[in-house]
């Protein structure tokens, strides 16, 4: 069983930060991609940013400069720090890891319960 739990959600006023943190947990042989997807009300699920096992990372257009997405290997955990906050950032984050659970395994994607991250005007 594979397992990722965020945190760091909340509510937060314009121009502030928030640091939100996945932690993978269970049978995982190997990670591949992480990432942070995020889901308003009333729209489709969208990809906030990602990062490859080696460091490579890309974002939306719309968190670039702002947001910064990291990763512990060795903790099986990503992290995005969200800093100049606006009030359209207000969504459900969720994160998401590729994740491969044996040597002869391909990776599967696995996704946490969602964290609210609400941005007050």
């Known amino acids: 069983q594979v397992q990722l739990v965020e945190s760091g959600g909340g509510l937060v006023q314009a121009g502030g930060s928030l640091r939100l943190s996945c932690a993978a947990s269970?049978?995982?042989?190997?990670?591949?991609?992480m990432g942070w997807y995020r889901q308003a009300p009333g729209k489709q699920r969208e990809l906030v940013a990602a990062i490859t096992r080696g460091g490579s990372t890309k974002y939306a257009d719309s968190v670039k400069g702002r947001f910064t997405i990291s990763r512990d290997n060795a903790k099986n955990t990503v992290y995005l720090q969200m800093n100049s906050l606006k009030p359209e950032d207000t969504a459900v984050y969720y994160c998401?890891?590729?994740?491969?659970?044996?040597?002869?395994?391909?990776?599967?994607?696995?996704w946490g319960q969602g964290t609210q991250v609400t941005v007050s005007s």
């Open positions: 269970g049978s995982i042989f190997s990670i591949n991609g």
């Open positions: 998401n890891a590729n994740i491969v659970l044996g040597l002869l395994f391909n990776g599967n994607d696995f």
